[in-house]
């Protein structure tokens, strides 16, 4: 598939697409029943909007790749996640609501423990709290080095993102953590010669940082990697013709959308809070990407009776986004959280189009083994928008 | 699907895979009874590993391609059989057993039929059988060309394999065989400078042999095709971090997984050796690729009953591969072979893969039609591999 072609026949319309992210949604099927977490789940809107609507399964990457957020996401807002790859760096600064924008460079920091001699110890530093790691953080933001600022953030634990703005910074830095114990940190050596001077602040960042923190038992030094510039992705708005929003509570999720060039809506903490920013932005744009993460949550706390739960609330939310009469519902997921597993995984992920023009299944609900037979197949999940712009009716014909 | 990825996030790890390659498995339905070989066979224990397993169907190599037991087998070890060509030549020598090593030029021979004016009468020599060409073999292995050794070895009827082999060889050559009659044979001509050197020993090998045969009624010449060094594969090792195992009795699967870098067992000449030698070698290898050929061969035979057979003995032993406990259990084939058409075809294969992680059916048997609605869908065989890798969790998260 080109982008090429989509973006040559897309046509701004007034027709609205919904895709709902219920993030993490495919699953697996418990030892002992034999049924996925969608199986069990009772789902009477969901079941009944599949039989009046196409079902699939997206493939976020590849058969057998394991996508995190960024990939996950990046392909069903249309883009193939292994072009635009989304970096660490910038992914941990989303993730804490900062807006990475021209000139800055983030990266993601450890606190590490090193011996007397330099080698690591401790690529965490015992994991140690984000309470105890407030005042190093503070330390670490009285360093100055040259030509650029540098700010840093607290994450979690020990972890803190490191933000570096100033003119002619790089990205291509080769990280300092060697991923093992025993040894020194590497040298965050310049990759490219534009990252050069971004290398020498790095290094000036952490020599200072290790001054600053000598002489404590752990967390005593800093671990950099991923370092990342605002990445340059096509605005959704240039290759689709299309004004989108975004609705997520999730800073990680809204930095996405960012990325991509949609508009960000103001929002609550709670699905709720997100369908009523949907419905009273409704007239505003004709692309909404809303977000939902308890799936995901659940999953990954491998609580199958949890995901169960959060996939029937979700099922309890279809009636109102059907009221407000969609052209296009994309309901799917960024890619599996099967609760056997507690983690991401690498099974495509269950996907449902709903428009005039989708064609129906007629029968079964939605789940995976439904997707698996349904009409659209198995399909790359940056597909997936392609699909709907078409059901919406905003692709002219190719060719005479 | 690019290996690139699959390469930067796999992992070493304990756990283990099967690849179980029944030659030729799928098939056609018989036309008075419209059942297909593996609908017909009585496979309780297929049956039910299917029903807790993720079905699909691979297709080899493109839709149509009806590919040979090379691309076939290599698709499946997880390479693009268009990418990855292992010529004629070499095939063929790794069918009689021979190893091909550097500075080692392969090709396919041919005993041919030439009239008083040159011209060729008989591409085959009338299918002159093996004992026949034995004395002529002979007379071909006295041949002395320069700069390199030449042996020739016979394979079956008209057939035979010679293998040059000294410095600066190349596999760039044109074939000799004109593909048809009453034109004299072509000329070695070398297609590329680095195949120089070649193109002349071949040619000085052709001319001796036909001064050696001549006077003969028939097979007074021969014919020269698929010239072919070893295949530049990047070994599983590299490429997927595993340690791989081939347990195959025939030679040209032995063959075939000494060019994707497997080690080869030894072992005897029925499936019960295979599996013994699966048994022994068990703590040793994280990848196991076991051969069974009887069901390739009933199909070639054009022997619905027989192919049931096979089908129903292969069966029997399912029970031992799962008492190993193979983390992944992959069930498939190099091609179909349908009975009704007595030879390779193009049609999809039955894909069978069971882990912890892989889904179940639930329903249905072990068939075409199964597969074909199963979890896994239809996918190209190189998918295969990347998707075990996955389940036994060999592969890290693609992204933050």
Chains 1, 2 share one sequence.
């Not at 992210?21 to 697996?28: F, K, Q, T």
């Not at 993102?161 to 093992?180: M, N, R, W, Y």
């Not at 709670?270 to 009523?276: A, K, N, V």
């Amino acid at each position: 598939m080109t982008l090429d072609i989509i973006n040559a026949v897309a046509e701004k319309t007034p027709s609205k697409i919904v895709l709902l992210v219920a993030d993490g949604l495919g699953g697996l099927p418990h030892p002992s029943t034999g049924e996925t977490e969608l199986e069990v789940a009772d789902t009477p809107n969901l079941d009944s909007l599949a039989a009046k609507s196409a079902l699939g399964l997206t493939i976020p990457v590849q058969p057998g790749i394991t996508p995190g957020s960024g990939p996950g996401h990046l392909g069903l807002f249309g883009y193939d996640p292994e072009v635009y790859l989304i970096k660490r760096g910038i992914m941990e600064a989303l993730g804490i609501g900062l807006s990475i924008g021209p000139g800055q460079i983030a990266t993601r920091g450890n606190f590490c423990t090193i011996d007397e001699g330099g080698n690591i110890t401790d690529r965490r530093a015992g994991r140690i709290s984000t309470e105890l790691t407030a005042p190093l953080i503070e330390k670490l933001n009285s360093i100055k080095v040259d030509g650029c600022s540098v700010t840093v953030y607290p994450v979690k634990d020990h972890r803190f993102v490191a933000v570096f703005e100033g003119d002619g910074l790089g990205e291509d830095i080769a990280e300092s953590d060697p991923q093992k114990l025993g040894v020194p940190p590497l040298t965050l050596a310049a990759l490219s010669p534009s990252s050069t001077k971004m290398a020498e602040a790095a290094q000036q960042f952490v020599a200072q940082a290790e001054s600053l923190l000598s002489g404590r038992d752990i967390a005593n030094m800093v671990l950099l990697r991923g370092f990342s510039g605002f990445p340059k992705v096509p605005s959704m708005r240039d290759l689709f013709k299309l004004d989108p929003v975004a609705i997520a509570s999730y800073p990680m999720y809204r930095g996405l959308a960012q990325i991509v060039g949609m508009e960000v809506a103001s929002t609550g903490n709670t699905f709720g809070d997100e369908l009523e920013t949907l419905e009273s932005l409704w007239g505003q744009h004709d692309y909404f990407f809303v977000h939902y993460k308890p799936t995901d949550a659940a999953g990954e706390d491998g609580d199958f009776e949890s995901k169960v739960a959060s996939i029937e609330e979700l099922d309890s939310y279809i009636p109102r986004f059907l009221e407000m009469g969609p052209d296009v519902l994309m309901i799917g997921g960024d890619h599996s959280t099967p609760s056997v597993m507690a983690a991401h995984s690498w099974h495509p992920v269950p996907f449902l189009l709903h428009s005039s023009y989708s064609g129906m299944e007629r029968t079964e609900g939605f789940s995976e083994k439904a997707c698996a037979r349904g009409l659209l197949g198995r399909f790359p999940a940056k597909e997936a928008l392609p699909l709907a712009l078409a059901n919406a009716q905003k692709l002219a014909k190719f060719g005479a």
